[in-house]
T-cell receptor, first 115, second 112 residues
């Protein structure tokens, strides 16, 4: 089955620790995205990558880092610099089309809680 | 610039009655518009999308939406609500020249 997987489903972190959230896709999509979702709010873009070895900051990149060494993988690291990391994190991918807009497909999400 | 506004944060309907979730948008360019559904602790699932073809778009699970340029609206409807429709719904706008923007979401509750 083609799709996007995220792991772990639930993650607990102590203050001051870095944690890495995994996102893998086998849809052969070029673009991948990370969003943060807080209760009662829409999704906010953290980072995105249009192609391997390249990525750009989104609206709320501070305290986060990413890498894109492989087309299939786009891990997100939540660093200790992120002051309020407790949230639901969603990964998405898309195949951008020249001259058109793309449809994003989402993974099941990771819920991060800071203890 | 573009933006999207979901006019209701919470909608409650009885099972078997129609559903209407309202969405207004603004965009400097011809937009693409999407509706996604999110069940608790799950990712977002695409319900339907409008990309400048037919203005009435049919999606999965009996949902449909109509693009009205004059009203800058893209409301989501379903003739008869089912208990399994209870979820959060997001309206999304995107255009060639701009990034994707998510609405703040509408929580749909279904009364037995």
């Amino acid at each position: 089955d083609g799709g996007i997987t995220q792991s772990p489903k639930y993650l607990f972190r102590k203050e001051g620790q870095n944690v890495t959230l995994s996102c893998e896709q086998n849809l052969n999509h070029d673009a991948m995205y990370w969003y943060r979702q807080d209760p009662g709010q829409g999704l906010r873009l953290i980072y995105y990558s249009q192609i391997v070895n390249d990525f750009q900051k989104g609206d709320i990149a501070e305290g986060y880092s990413v890498s894109r060494e492989k087309k299939e993988s786009f891990p997100l690291t939540v660093t200790s610099a992120q002051k309020n990391p407790t949230a639901f994190y969603l990964c998405a991918s898309s195949m951008p089309r020249t001259g058109g807009t793309d449809t994003q497909y989402f993974g099941p999400g990771t819920r991060l809680t800071v203890l | 610039a573009q933006s999207v506004t979901q006019l209701d944060s919470h909608v409650s309907v009885s099972e078997g009655t129609p559903v209407l979730l309202r969405c207004n948008y603004s965009s400097s360019y011809s937009p693409s518009l999407f509706w996604y559904v999110q069940h608790p602790n799950k990712g977002l699932q695409l319900l339907l999308k409008y990309t400048s073809a037919a203005t009435l778009v049919k999606g999965i699970n009996g949902f449909e939406a109509e693009f009205k340029k004059s009203e800058t609206s893209f409301h989501l409807t379903k003739p008869s609500a089912h208990m399994s429709d209870a979820a959060e719904y997001f309206c999304v706008v995107s255009s060639r020249a701009s990034k994707i923007i998510f609405g703040s979401g509408t929580r749909l509750s279904i009364r037995p």
